[in-house]
């Protein structure tokens, strides 16, 4: 059980912000939001990481409502490359194991 | 360049006959992890590992065995292949497991395809 719920999928042309929406309506108070990407079966790739403020790195930004039940994951200027399955994941576990439970993703299809 | 390499990417082999998936991280990472990704299943953990002679079951690590003795290698054993084993998988490395409750990013490797007839 995931517990995330994200889109199946989405579509983004290129050179525009891609916006992917997720939803963690049960996450607790010292669980974290991460944000993974895996293009075409190869290994997942790390993007970002929240917990309660905003964040932003040279891949994408993290914007994490108020209450924390959702986030979304913000790719400035989409390119074809960013087509890939994107996960959102809570940090359950995180505090003594690290595990990263993976759900379905979305998978966002980059436009030309 | 800092990376996960795995070995070998693609095997076919019989059920029954032993085998070992390589894992090796070149970052001074302690803590390492195996994943297999199977269609409809997703990602889901077998083994990980906190650091050195430090290894503990994940979600599916029936019929998998793992070890840990350097920092660096963390090998996946299949003493008895099945076709239930077919599979994708990953091997993962952060550089610490946790620090009180912050997580850290895993880095995973390219992943290896194994086939079981």
């Known amino acids: 059980d995931a517990k995330t719920t994200q889109p199946t999928s989405m579509d983004c042309a290129e050179g525009r912000a891609a916006n992917l929406p997720c939803n963690h309506s049960t996450i607790s108070g010292n669980e974290y939001v991460y944000w993974y990407r895996q293009i075409h079966s190869q290994g997942p790739q790390y993007i970002i990481h929240?917990?309660?403020n905003n964040e932003t790195n040279e891949m994408a930004s993290l914007i994490i409502t108020e209450d924390r039940k959702s986030s979304t994951l913000i790719l400035p200027h989409a390119t074809l490359r960013d087509t890939a399955v994107y996960y959102c994941i809570r940090g359950e576990d995180g505090g003594a194991t690290n595990k990263l439970i993976f759900g379905t993703g979305t998978l966002l299809a980059v436009q030309p | 360049e800092a990376q996960v390499t795995q070995n070998p990417r693609y095997l076919i082999t019989v059920t029954g006959k032993k085998l070992t998936v390589t894992c090796s991280q070149n970052m001074n990472h302690e803590y390492m992890s195996w994943y297999r990704q199977d269609p409809g299943l997703g990602l889901r953990q077998i083994y990980y590992?906190?650091?050195?002679?430090?290894?503990d079951k994940g979600d599916v690590p029936e019929g998998y065995k793992v070890s840990r003795k350097e920092k660096r290698n963390f090998p996946l054993i299949l003493e008895s292949p099945s076709p239930n084993q077919t599979s994708l998988y990953f091997c993962a490395s952060s550089l610490y497991g946790v620090i009180g409750t912050v997580p850290y990013e895993q880095y995973f490797g390219p992943g290896t395809r194994l086939t079981v007839t």
């Open positions: 929240g917990l309660k």
């Open positions: 590992s906190m650091n050195v002679e430090v290894t």
